[in-house]
């Protein structure tokens, strides 16, 4: 039976782990578990910085940015060695089972500890919406308004000077924050992996609306991709429009989480631990269609994302 249960947060840390992390306190608490954090993701399991909390511990903290108990990348946490130390901690301890809240690295590192007999389940959060397991990750959502937020100011300044407003938003290798971003401002562009734009096609558009005397453009490019200070030159060389780039970097990370982010992390937090105290273990929660699912946690390390059905097809026709 599942006694202690102990929540970690790793990965890029993203707007409604704390919502999440209170979620599974109070769920466990209320199931009458004893409930455990550890501070500083994998690299804190490993050197034990594990501590006991109360429901006084997640007070005040379901409208908070980042995460309290701090998180960290630890690309080790895949050595035997390591993995096995971090069992033994668990056990020196006498947890019971773990919850980690983090995107695909998280799983994967989780998915060894269950390869390794620890009872483990999953809460996908990212801003990069990038788990195959799941549609949506939380910190998705706020990343997406904070990116919108950002757009909407720039645009002030990008019309009242006729320029076009190269921005690079994060993603990782996901083009979902770009593409949705690109919808939700009618940007005159967006490049990223699932919607690649050719140069020459960009540059004709832009140089039809410089014809006609539009006020400004708006280009949304994913990160990793190119570099965006070398466009800003081309497009300044061949297209009329004075360009500007603008990195928003992990600003985009940052925030109170959206009513969404909170209600999905409630939602995902209570059904992780119900999993746990089901002894339904190594399953990694999820939603699809509104609908909480799990899938276990060795399939969801190797799903792949698909993006939004249709959203690349909307996007050239609005466009
Ligand atoms: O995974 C979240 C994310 O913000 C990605 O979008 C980005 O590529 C990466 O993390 C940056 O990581 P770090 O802050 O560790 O440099």
Known sequence: MVRKIAILTSGGDAPGMNAALRACVRAGLYAGKEMYVIYDGFRGLVEGQIKQVNKDFTQDIINRGGTIIRSARLPEFKEPEVIQKAVSILNDFDIDALIGIGGDGTFRGLNDLANHGIKVAGIPATIDNDVGSTDTTLGFSTALNTICDCID????????????????VMGRHCGDLAMNAALAEGAEGVICVEHPLKPDVLFKRLRHMKAQNKSHAIIIVSENLLDINELAKTISEQTGFEARTEVLGRLQRGGSPTAHDRILAARFGAKAVDLLINEEVNQVVGVRNNQIITTPINEAVNMKHEHTHGLRDLIDRLE
């Not at 100011?153 to 690079?168: A, F, V, Y």
């Open 153 to 168: 100011k720039l645009k002030d300044t990008s019309g009242s000077h006729q320029r076009c407003s190269l921005i690079e």
